[in-house]
């Protein structure tokens, strides 16, 4: 490969900026693509070319992420510190659905990374919305708990002093408390039976 053969998004790489524009053509270990990402076969081949040159990932790797979280994370969520500031990059990118919201959640909790504002703001403006298409599930995970603690350390956060927390359990509402925690509770009627 020759110097101005190396694509663009690659320019501001540690490997391309050690390179001597006027030195010999030199070899690297895969082709570089197009800059097209179809599936995780593309994705795969881009992620070693990134990891190789040293670069930042660029927005065509970062938009398959928003539609291929899940596969994404299946694929590389682990503790090694490629995987780990791919990641923390990705969870900063505008989140625009409910996969991807869930997907950094995932990494939030794994890398134990603080939540960036793009994820607390989709949750503040699709609530209402994410807590009814997961009714039943959010049912089903709390169906024998009658108390949740939500330590203030996460109302801190900013995520839920924000808005009113609402939570639709079995048609009961829980209810809040003020004071160190946040307790909710709530009558399950069909555990007390």
């Not at 391309?16 to 076969?41: A, K, S």
């Not at 780990?84 to 990705?90: A, G, I, V």
């Not at 625009?96 to 919201?101: D, K």
Request: zero cysteines; charged letters at 25%.
């Amino acid at each position: 490969m020759n110097y101005k053969d190396i694509p663009e998004y690659l320019h501001a790489s540690e490997f391309y900026l050690n390179l001597d524009p006027l030195g010999e053509e030199f070899d690297i270990p895969f082709d570089i693509p197009e800059e097209i990402i179809n599936d995780m076969e593309d994705f795969n081949k881009f992620y070693k070319i990134i990891n190789f040159f040293g670069a930042k990932y660029p927005d065509f790797m970062k938009n398959y992420w928003v539609n291929n979280s899940l596969e994404i994370i299946k694929e590389y969520l682990d503790i090694s510190s490629e995987n780990k500031n791919m990641f923390e990059e990705f969870i900063f990118f505008e989140i625009n659905n409910f996969e991807q919201f869930e997907s950094v959640y995932k990494i939030i909790k794994f890398y134990n990374f603080s939540p960036p504002d793009n994820y607390i703001q989709y949750g503040l403006k699709n609530k209402d919305e994410y807590i009814k298409n997961n009714k039943n599930i959010l049912s089903e995970e709390l169906k024998y708990t009658s108390i949740i603690k939500i330590e203030s350390s996460i109302i801190n956060t900013g995520f839920l002093n924000v808005f009113e927390i609402k939570v639709y359990l079995n048609g009961n509402i829980l209810f809040r408390e003020n004071s160190d925690f946040f307790f909710f509770k709530y009558r399950n009627y069909k555990n007390n039976l």
